[in-house]
């Protein structure tokens, strides 16, 4: 193994948890035990040096706000002193994009705030570790998205999967977003026909049962203005998280 990845003839781990927290440490723990990956757990950066040395690991998911040695100062130790090259990846309590300049700065492959969820986390591995560690593991679970009703079209053809994915997850930004758009305008006649159009893209990745009401009573209902806002506020969440998982549905085809 190249000495820049880890040293060499040391048993190789798949990720190291760095936390001090012992809730995060146990929730992202149980994410990774889910999915069959390996990792082991330490409290603060002297103890991740020590692992460091002792393990070879493919993936470091570091919280910045550590006691004594904080994490910004545990991967300048990584990088200059170590020169060990695995992607480090910041979980902070902070406003992400607060810190999220300084994380790369001091050499972190990426950042997340805290608690971070299971489709956020697959992400993450999805991104940094290795194809054939995933592979291993059981595919990723969802909770928003459904692909029932395209796996039934596509009978297996995995470029129509990547093709009608590829295309969801373009249009279900653009569409959100002309729907938020006529609604901060108030403009009710473009608003039904932004929801009608939404309804339409939302198909394909199984969200009819989680938003086709909603948007139907857009469509077709004389709302109030605190019944439309209540609506937008949870479209606009399902469709975001729909859009996360379907990025990670799209990573795994033909994996």
């Known amino acids: 193994m190249d000495t820049k990845d880890g040293p060499v003839n040391l048993k190789s781990i798949d990720v190291l948890i760095i936390e001090d927290n012992k809730v995060d440490q146990k ?5 990774l035990r ?17 692992m460091l040395n002792k393990f070879s690991f493919r993936l470091l998911l570091l919280d910045i706000g550590l006691p004594e040695m ?7 130790t990584i990088r200059n002193d170590l020169k060990l090259s695995m992607p480090i990846v910041a979980i902070t309590a902070h406003n992400v994009e607060d810190v999220k300049a300084k994380c790369f700065a001091v050499g972190m492959s ?29 595919a990723p679970s969802y909770d928003v998205i459904d692909l029932s009703y395209l796996k039934e079209i596509s009978m297996g053809d995995e ?17 959100l977003t002309t729907l938020q758009k006529h609604f901060a305008a108030q403009n009710d006649i473009e ?14 990745m199984g969200l009819k049962a989680k938003l086709d009401a909603q948007l139907m009573e857009i469509e077709y209902n004389e709302l109030s203005l605190e019944q439309l806002a209540s609506h937008m506020v ?19 085809i033909g994996n």
């Open 159 to 175: 470029d129509y999967e990547k093709e009608i994915t590829g295309k969801f997850i373009e249009m279900i930004d653009l569409d």
């Open 110 to 138: 990426g950042c997340f705030g805290k608690p971070i969820g299971k489709i956020e986390l697959v992400g993450v591995l999805t991104q940094f570790l290795p194809k054939e560690v995933l592979s291993s593991g059981q």
């Open 234 to 252: 949870n479209i606009a969440a399902v469709c975001k998280k729909a859009k996360l998982e379907a990025k990670i549905f799209l990573s795994t």
């Open 191 to 204: 608003l039904k026909s932004s929801a009608h159009h939404l309804r339409s893209t939302i198909y394909i």
């Open 27 to 31: 929730l992202l723990s149980s994410y």
């Open 34 to 50: 889910e999915y069959d990956i390996s990792f082991k757990c330490v409290e603060n950066g002297l103890n991740a040096i020590d």
């Open 70 to 76: 904080n994490g910004y100062q545990l991967t300048q």
